[in-house]
């Protein structure tokens, strides 16, 4: 079994999500604006636990499960869950990336953002078996007019601020959770006015989107050589592991599709340096993976099998130096635990040598997010 002793002395692992719906207006909206309600206010944790029962299913189906939006995932909880990494792996987690949590909330929103921010830099990190907190990213919307703003305020907040993330996600089914309705955003003269403030920051930009839509990430890669642009989720081929929403993935002929879209739009962008991308989300949903989807939940080594044909492409195409390990946890583990997920990913790359394993779980995060 191949592990990463003698290779890293610790994972990075590039995309976790900390919040408490408890405390924050972003990680649980529609509970957030019933918060300040008399009844609820003296019975906040019965009314969270209705709010997240009353959340429309097709979302949490899609992106989260309901279990996990009602508990708060902190430091502490990462670090009890880290601490089974090293039987799988050799080594533990030294750091961690916070991913920003706007799920069903507005991203925009600048105030609730820079909150995040504040709550995220003031959890115990560095001891007790907590992993350090290496980066921040934020979340945001380019096409808004107080963007810029906002990233400068968080950046003067906190000097590990490395990243936007920006959900433009959109399908055309209309049970797969939509982010942006319009096409073609990423191209529009307020996004690209906005663009300008991640360019001069030297942040990362983070692109949530489905495959079908990644053709349009070459043209901002080009406009903007410098930024380095990270694809994350492996570009969320929506369906391609089985049935989602309404009927993507339905059949096989349909993830062959879907697979095949994927890996064009995945070789074209590997053409682009300054494109990198993600690799996590592998127990993702939209995938089709998981309980709440096709029902082809499995250990360690099924895992290994679905993502298998998907990491290799990006691997191959992208090079050693431009993937990037990210366990999405705590979203990812009703399908799959972050020791399943780190064991998974072993399973499929391990025979492609030490530089490989160095730089997808440690050495290309720690330069993305100058850690």
Not at 234 to 249: C, D
């Amino acid at each position: 079994m191949v592990t990463l002793s003698g290779v890293i002395p610790g994972i990075v692992d590039a995309h976790v999500h900390f919040y408490d719906p408890m405390r924050s207006t972003w990680a649980l909206s529609r509970y957030a604006r019933v918060a300040t309600m008399p009844l609820i206010k003296r019975f906040p944790r019965p009314a969270l636990w209705v709010s997240g029962m009353t959340t429309r299913r097709s979302e949490m189906r899609m992106m989260i499960d309901p279990s996990i939006v009602r508990s708060p995932y902190g430091s502490r909880q990462y670090g009890a869950e880290a601490a089974g990494v090293r039987r799988v792996a050799g080594v533990g987690v030294s750091s961690v990336v916070h991913m920003e949590s706007h799920w069903f909330g507005d991203s925009s929103d600048a105030a609730s953002s820079f909150a995040e921010t504040r709550y995220v830099a003031g959890l115990p990190f560095g001891h007790n078996g907590v992993p350090d907190l290496g980066a921040l990213v934020i979340a945001g919307d380019p096409t808004h007019a107080d963007f810029g703003a906002s990233v400068d305020e968080q950046i003067r907040y906190s000097p590990l601020v490395r990243g936007v993330r920006y959900k433009w996600a959109r399908h055309s089914d209309a049970q797969v959770m939509q982010w942006r309705r319009e096409p073609g955003v990423l191209s529009t003269a307020s996004f690209l006015r906005g663009f300008e403030s991640i360019a001069e920051n030297r942040l990362a930009f983070h692109s949530f989107a489905y495959s079908h839509q990644l053709g349009e990430l070459d043209f901002l890669a080009r406009r903007f050589p410098e930024t380095t642009i990270v694809i994350e989720h492996l570009g969320l081929p929506v369906g391609v592991f089985g049935p989602v929403g309404a009927g993507a993935g339905a059949t096989a002929a349909a993830r062959a599709e879907i697979l095949n879209l994927w890996k064009e739009r995945m070789s074209m962008l590997a053409a682009r340096p300054n494109i990198v991308v993600k690799v996590s989300g592998l127990a993702l949903g939209p995938l089709g993976y998981g309980r709440e989807t096709a029902g082809n939940i499995g250990g360690r080594d099924i895992l290994a099998e679905m993502i298998g044909p998907l990491v290799l492409h990006v691997v191959d195409r992208f090079g050693p130096e431009r993937v990037v390990f990210g366990s999405d946890m705590p979203i990812d583990r009703p399908n799959a635990s972050l020791d399943v997920v780190i064991g998974a990913l072993l399973d499929v790359v391990g025979d492609r040598g030490e530089r490989l394993l160095a730089h997808l779980f440690a050495e290309n995060a720690k330069r993305i997010y100058a850690i």
